[in-house]
């Protein structure tokens, strides 16, 4: 069984561009969630989405919003990148998101110069 | 809002040590996870527990779901070189925090060969 395949693996962007990463849950797993990481704050929760509807949403500005389609891959997209946003991107996948045994992805690493 | 405290920060420890690390809570959690992740990888999810008291083993790892539904606890026997990485607890509370996960700081574990 395939894992969670986040794409792109590492990106560099410009403060004020917007950037979109891409997460392929586990076949099956209809809940997807995403996590910042960072070393000053951690894991932190971003939003959740399942069948193609967002359920929950984490303390980040509006510049960080996310999609889920019908084949439960996902998005997130982060606009006018500010040098803050530089970090590891997760994604993780559940079979609902209620009861987890949350899967992550392997990250994209975004830089912002 | 919710709060996790994980200890120790960081252990040095020779192999075949055994090494214990704990997870607390400002608030109830029903279900606690533990994930390790390497550099340059997601979290791997090592254990769950989903009811107070559970004691779950997963080869030389076992956790366990604190009584008062606040703590968490990981144990690892007899350590190898390849135990080496950050140990993560994660707690959701269930409810309508769908696919929102809380994690600790971290516990940055090495193992001298």
């Known amino acids: 069984k395939a894992g969670v395949t986040q794409t792109p693996r590492y990106l560099i962007k410009t403060r004020g561009q917007q950037v979109t990463l891409s997460c392929s849950p586990i076949?099956?797993?209809?809940?997807v969630s995403w996590y910042q990481q960072t070393p000053g704050q951690g894991l932190q929760f971003l939003f959740e989405?399942?069948?193609?509807?967002?359920?929950n949403k984490g303390n980040f500005p509006g510049r960080f919003s996310g999609r889920q389609f019908s084949n439960s891959r996902s998005e997130m997209n982060v606009s006018t990148l500010e040098l803050g946003d530089s970090a590891l991107y997760l994604c993780?996948?559940?079979?609902?998101?209620?009861?987890?045994?949350?899967?992550f992805g392997q990250g994209t690493r975004l830089t912002v110069v | 809002g919710q709060q996790l405290n994980q200890s120790p920060q960081s252990m040095f420890i020779q192999e075949g040590e055994d090494v214990s690390m704990n997870c607390t809570s400002s608030?109830?959690?029903?279900?606690w996870l533990w994930y390790k992740q390497e550099p340059g990888e997601g979290p791997v999810l090592l254990i769950a527990?989903?009811?107070?008291?559970e004691l779950t083993s997963n080869g030389r790892l076992t956790a366990q779901f604190g009584i008062t539904r606040k703590d968490s606890f990981l144990n690892i026997s007899a350590s190898i070189p390849s135990d080496v990485g950050i140990y993560f607890c994660?707690?959701?509370?269930?409810?309508?925090?769908?696919?929102?996960?809380?994690f600790g700081q971290g516990t940055i574990l090495t193992v001298h060969p």
């Open positions: 989405y399942f069948s193609e509807t967002q359920r």
């Open positions: 993780a996948s559940s079979l609902d998101g209620g009861r987890i045994d949350a899967f």
């Open positions: 608030s109830i959690f029903n279900t």
């Open positions: 527990l989903y009811k107070a008291g």
């Open positions: 994660a707690g959701q509370w269930g409810g309508t925090s769908y696919g929102k996960l809380t």
């Open positions: 076949s099956g797993h209809r809940s």
